[in-house]
């Protein structure tokens, strides 16, 4: 049974440019959340995304983005990067039908880096 | 609201000794809490929940955490630590059931080192 794969592990891009990350999530779970995670400090919520739509947001602006796919997979986009946004970005799943009990599984995220 | 505060930013012992991590949370409502941990470049993994059943939950690799309402506190615990313990701990604070998403609440973390 996979867990949740994202993809690339790694990436490098310079400001101002545009960024897609993907996340597969867990098989059986409907609901994927993204995080952002900065060097030494933990996770904050960006937004939730159940049955296609995004149900939930973290204080983040419009710059970020997302969509879900009736697959229940789901991509990240960052629009006109900063070098702030230099970060893991990590995906996580749940089985909780757009519910959150604050049990989630994780992925191993996207280490972006903003030149 | 809520909130969750790791007191400690790191922690060292030495392998075969106990483990303490602390945490304390602040929460309008009877709160779900979670232990997360994150090996290096890697996801986190959940390694145990309170959902307001057993206070004293155990969890993954012998880890455990209790549930103190009168101090508002969760701490980590294991007996003996060993080297694969070292990684980053995230305590975590969740509504009540069914809550919001932007509601669950991670710390900032407590990395601990294991010394041979």
């Known amino acids: 049974d996979a867990g949740v794969t994202q993809s690339p592990t790694h990436l490098i891009k310079t400001r101002g440019q545009q960024v897609t990350l993907r996340c597969s999530p867990k098989?059986?779970?409907?609901?994927v959340s993204w995080y952002q995670q900065a060097l030494g400090q933990g996770p904050q919520f960006i937004f939730q995304?159940?049955?296609?739509?995004?149900?939930q947001r973290g204080n983040f602006p419009d710059r970020f983005s997302g969509h879900q796919f009736p697959n229940y997979s789901s991509e990240l986009n960052v629009n006109a990067l900063l070098l702030g946004d230099s970060a893991l970005y990590l995906c996580?799943?749940?089985?909780?039908?757009?519910?959150?009990?604050?049990?989630?599984?994780f992925g191993e995220g996207s280490r972006l880096t903003v030149l | 609201a809520q909130s969750v505060t790791q007191l400690d930013s790191h922690v060292s012992v030495s392998e075969g000794t106990p483990v303490l991590l602390r945490c304390n949370y602040s929460?309008?409502?009877?709160?779900?809490l979670f232990w997360y941990v994150q090996h290096p470049n890697k996801g986190l993994q959940l390694l145990l929940k309170?959902?307001?059943?057993?206070?004293l939950v155990k969890g993954i690799n012998g880890f455990e955490a209790e549930f103190k309402k009168s101090e508002t506190s969760f701490h980590l615990t294991k007996p003996s630590a060993h080297m694969s313990d070292a990684a980053e701990y995230f305590c975590?604070?969740?509504?009540?059931?069914?809550?919001?998403?932007?509601?669950?609440?991670f710390g900032s973390g407590t990395r601990l080192s294991i010394r041979p």
């Open positions: 996580a799943s749940s089985p909780t039908s757009g519910t959150n009990t604050g049990e989630l599984f």
């Open positions: 098989s059986g779970h409907d609901t």
């Open positions: 995304y159940y049955e296609e739509e995004e149900r």
């Open positions: 929460s309008s409502y009877s709160p779900s």
């Open positions: 309170y959902t307001s059943a057993a206070t």
């Open positions: 975590v604070v969740s509504g009540v059931p069914y809550s919001s998403a932007s509601k669950i609440i």
